[in-house]
């Protein structure tokens, strides 16, 4: 990963140029914890108007999300899905994908869905925009599959309780 001595509110600034120059309809902030998001909007003339942040039912991200959300901000979630081919081994959590979770199966039959089609849709009922990673056509057109359900109280329960508190990361960024 490159390190670099820019601030990165000065760097928030030149984005802020860009916008009033009409050049960017919005700009928005990635991968920001809650410190920097604060020094952004406590630093800034145009408000973020989105937070990038990996968010998936092992890393729930609520009190960035909150905050975030608190600003004003939409948060947009990216590796929704978790991921299949995430490192394994020490440091990384020993715990299967959460496409392969027995409790997100349980709660996609119940629906006769499909366990990504829940993912995405305790993701959609937080009011997050999700934004899933796929190469197969099919598998895009079926991550549509999630506005004819709604998961109930139990299910959201159930899902609030496989957050692995950071323990398990989609993107490593590079570690």
């Known amino acids: 990963m490159a390190h670099t001595d820019v601030d990165y509110v000065e760097t928030w600034k030149a984005l802020e140029e860009v916008h009033k120059a ?4 919005n700009i928005g902030l990635s991968n920001f914890n809650v410190e920097q998001v604060q020094r952004v909007v406590e630093n800034s003339t145009v408000a973020p108007a989105c937070h990038q ?9 609520k009190k960035l999300i909150d905050f975030s959300k608190s ?3 939409v948060v947009v979630a990216y590796s ?3 991921s299949n081919d995430r490192p394994k081994g020490p440091g990384f959590g020993d715990f299967p994908a959460p496409l392969e979770d027995a409790v997100v199966k349980k709660i996609a039959a119940k629906h006769k869905k499909q ?5 995405l849709k305790f993701l959609l009922q937080q009011d997050l925009v999700v934004i899933p990673k796929s190469v197969s056509k099919e598998r895009l057109k079926a991550n549509l599959e999630v506005f004819d359900f709604t998961l109930d109280n139990e299910d959201l329960n159930e899902l609030q309780k496989l957050d692995k508190h950071g323990e ?3 993107c490593t960024m590079g570690q």
């Open 22 to 25: 009409g050049k960017a309809k």
């Open 53 to 61: 942040i990996e968010v998936h039912v092992y890393l729930q991200n």
């Open 71 to 73: 600003k004003g901000m």
């Open 80 to 82: 929704p899905l978790g």
């Open 115 to 119: 366990p990504g089609h829940v993912l």
């Open 168 to 170: 398990y990361r989609a």
